[in-house]
């Protein structure tokens, strides 16, 4: 069986950081790109990182870019989100995701998905 496990979201003060954890199982996810989403209270979900795991290519949503950083640990198939200079339009709860190829940032797309991980930042 697939799964996915979030962990690492908590309550942070604007400008803190967050490091967000996606351990895979249950199959080999060398082929598939892995993202990560987010939807807060009363809005839809959107697209946050994603990152190919064979060349690393990675793509942000404009509002994240230069603030998180999205990575990978093939030894022990876990991605991984850091989120820096968090503000309060970041507070949602995110999401892991994966996907096959190629690169997209619709979830649609998107096969597996975790369970979630609340993040939310107080001003």
């Known amino acids: 069986q697939v799964q996915l496990v979030e962990s690492g979201g908590g309550l942070v003060q604007a400008g803190g950081s967050l490091r967000l954890s996606c351990a895979t199982s249950?199959?080999?996810?060398?082929?598939?790109?892995m993202g990560w989403f987010r939807q807060a209270p009363g809005k839809e979900r959107e697209f946050v990182a994603a990152?190919?795991?064979?060349?690393?290519?990675?793509y942000y949503a404009d509002s994240v870019k230069g603030r998180f950083t999205i990575s990978r640990d093939n030894a022990k198939n876990t991605v991984y989100l850091q989120m820096n200079s968090l503000k309060p339009e970041d507070t949602a709860v995110y999401y892991c995701?994966?996907?096959?190829?190629?690169?997209?940032?619709?979830?649609?797309?998107?096969?597996?998905w975790g369970q979630g991980t609340q993040v939310t930042v107080s001003s």
């Open positions: 249950g199959r080999t996810f060398s082929s598939y790109v």
């Open positions: 995701a994966a996907g096959w190829p190629p690169l997209t940032t619709t979830s649609a797309a998107y096969d597996y």
């Open positions: 990152i190919s795991w064979s060349r690393g290519s990675t």
